[in-house]
């Protein structure tokens, strides 16, 4: 399997398991997080770990990140510093970069400025789990 360079940034519920799903499948995971806390937490999940502002250029270029695969901003919250972050990578040529979004409006913000892949993970989930309850095999005594 050839091994892909992952970076996630925010290490809420949805960013950290992505980084942890990716750390145990044996990717290279930078993990990403303006708070010291959720990067310590990290370290045993990920690759490489640091503390930094989404919104700050300067330190995601010295991170490097321009040279990573995929980039995955995982922060709603916030739809200012998703959205800054988002077009950052863009700008800096980063070729896969997928958004978690908050809700439509962020959702087309995103669209506009060049995000590769939007997800909506409760909306998402929602639907996959509602697919497994119709598709289950319902025994009826
Ligand atoms: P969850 O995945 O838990 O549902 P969420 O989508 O509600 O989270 P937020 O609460 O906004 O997202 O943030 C997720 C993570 O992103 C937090 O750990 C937070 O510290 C981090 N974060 C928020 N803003 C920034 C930023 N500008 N730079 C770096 N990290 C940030």
Redesign the pocket.
């Given at each position: 399997m050839v091994k892909k360079q992952f970076a996630v940034?925010?290490?809420?519920?949805?960013?950290s398991s992505v980084c942890k799903e990716l750390y145990k499948q044996g990717h290279q995971v930078l993990a990403?997080?303006?708070?010291e806390e959720?990067v310590n937490e990290m370290t045993r999940y990920s690759t490489h770990s640091a503390i930094?502002?989404?919104?700050d250029e300067k330190a995601l270029q010295s991170l490097g990140i321009r040279n990573f695969d995929y980039v995955v901003v995982?922060?709603?919250?916030?739809i200012q510093?998703s959205i800054l972050c988002t077009l950052v990578l863009k700008e800096f040529g980063v070729e896969n970069v997928w958004v978690?979004a908050q809700n439509y409006y962020h959702q087309r913000v995103l669209e506009k400025i060049g995000a590769d892949r939007i997800v909506h993970p409760e909306q998402d989930m929602g639907i996959r789990i509602a697919q497994h309850l119709t598709s289950e095999k319902i025994v009826d005594y």
């Open positions: 940034i925010g290490l809420g519920r949805f960013g990403i997080d303006s708070n959720k930094a502002n989404a919104t995982a922060i709603s919250g916030d510093s978690k």
